[in-house]
Structures are given as structure tokens and as C-alpha cells.
T-cell receptor, first 116, second 113 residues
Framework: GENVEQHPSTLSVQEGDSAVIKCTYSDSASNYFPWYKQELGKGPQLIID?????GEKKDQRIAVTLNKTAKHFSLHITETQPEDSAVYFC???????????????FGKGTKLTVNP | DSGVTQTPKHLITATGQRVTLRCSPR?????VYWYQQSLDQGLQFLIQ???????AKGNILERFSAQQFPDLHSELNLSSLELGDSALYFCASSVEYRRSEQFFGPGTRLTVL
């Protein structure tokens, strides 16, 4: 089955710096890669996702890149702010055309701390 | 707010007991997924229901069961509880056709004493 590895497990940056979190996956059939942000005491919040027919996607200060050949994808956060501090999870899934996606297989998470 | 609701928010019970966790998906979403989050195992998929039918099973123990009702809400039943079942349990929902996004609820924190 699918296995997702995520690095680093903790990341500390200064406000205004960039943060990069990397994930690798094992199943070449996976075609959907979401990123979730989880704040303390809350459920995971979808912040950006990418499908395997796209190499890069941006949404304001957040971007995700995908390298299908190498089976890895990354989250880039620019101009970090203290409110970006949270645990970030990458995930991989196989999205069907009907019936929604299959299960998400998550990485172990990265605790990001943005220091003011 | 994702639109997915879960009750109760917290649950404290004893070993050997049985509990039921409830989830209401976002309006219009037909799929419901249950995940368990623990410190050692991370976020693990348990089971998926689609429009009332079981769609996929993950690492769900035989002591656990779930169902999705005609109004699309779902319940996760955990029985013969053990200390190791203490965890956060999340429900997620997704739209059916050509959409992959899963939206998570706030979770139920289960503590087994």
C-alpha cells in the first residue's frame, strides 16, 4: 500500500522567512496530494492540493510542487507569519472520477514554529 | 469552519465500555471518512462510507464498526474499549463527482481510563 514520508518533523523559522516541507510517496497510482494545517485542538484544515497532471500550484503565500518521476511533493510558505505556526500534514490519495477520493494516507506531520 | 460537525467533543470512559461517535457531513457530501489520530500512529484511515454503503476499510479493529444513515450522518461505534483506543477521532466528508477534497470535522477526543 501507499506510504508517505514527511520531513522535517519540526521546523523553526523567523517571521518573514520561507518554510519548505517535503514529502515522498511510494504508490505511483496516487494522483491527488493535499496539504493540511492543524492547529492545536482543531481538525485538519485543507490549505492547498495538487493533482498529478499539474507540476505546481500557488495560492497567495502558499505553493505546492510535484515531481511525479521522483514521487515527491513539497509545500512552500513564503513571508511566514506567526499565525502560520501549526502542524502541517501532507497526504496522498487516488482520486476517482466518481465516488470521491479514496482514503488519504498521511505523513507524520511537521510542526512549524514562526518566531516573531 | 469546514461544515462537518462531530459530537461529542470530548468523551471519557472506562476500559471495557462502548461509545458512539457521531458525524454530520457537509451539506451535499455523500462520502464520509473516519480517521484516528494518535501520537504514535499519526492520522490513520479507518473506514469510508458512500451514500449509505461501506466503500473502503482501513486499519479498523473488529471491535470498531460504523454506519451511514439515510440522512447521511454517520456513527462510529467503539466497543470493549482499551487504554490504547484513547485518541482523537476525526470524520471527514467529500463531494461525490470529480472532486477529491476531504473536509475534516473538529474531532472527538476519546479518553479511556
Amino acid at each position: 500500500g501507499e506510504n508517505v514520508e514527511q520531513h522535517p518533523s519540526t521546523l523553526s523559522v523567523q517571521e518573514g522567512d520561507s518554510a519548505v516541507i517535503k514529502c515522498t510517496y511510494s504508490d505511483s497510482a496516487s494522483n491527488y496530494f493535499p496539504w493540511y494545517k492543524q492547529e492545536l485542538g482543531k481538525g485538519p484544515q485543507l490549505i492547498i492540493d495538487i493533482r498529478s497532471n499539474v507540476g505546481e500550484k500557488k495560492d497567495q503565500r502558499i505553493a505546492v510542487t510535484l515531481n511525479k518521476t521522483a514521487k515527491h511533493f513539497s509545500l512552500h510558505i513564503t513571508e511566514t507569519q506567526p499565525e502560520d505556526s501549526a502542524v502541517y500534514f501532507c497526504a496522498a490519495s487516488h482520486a476517482r472520477t466518481q465516488g470521491g477520493s479514496e482514503k488519504l494516507v498521511f505523513g507524520k506531520g511537521t510542526k512549524l514554529t514562526v518566531n516573531p | 469552519d469546514s461544515g462537518v460537525t462531530q459530537t461529542p467533543k470530548h468523551l471519557i470512559t472506562a476500559t471495557g465500555q462502548r461509545v458512539t461517535l457521531r458525524c454530520s457531513p457537509r451539506s451535499g457530501d455523500l462520502s464520509v471518512y473516519w480517521y484516528q489520530q494518535s501520537l504514535d500512529q499519526g492520522l490513520q484511515f479507518l473506514i469510508q462510507y458512500y451514500n449509505g454503503e461501506e466503500r473502503a476499510k482501513g486499519n479498523i479493529l473488529e471491535r470498531f464498526s460504523a454506519q451511514q444513515f439515510p440522512d447521511l450522518h454517520s456513527e462510529l461505534n467503539l466497543s470493549s474499549l482499551e487504554l490504547g483506543d484513547s485518541a482523537l477521532y476525526f470524520c471527514a466528508s467529500s463531494v461525490e463527482y470529480r472532486r477529491s477534497e476531504q473536509f475534516f470535522g473538529p474531532g472527538t477526543r476519546l479518553t479511556v481510563l
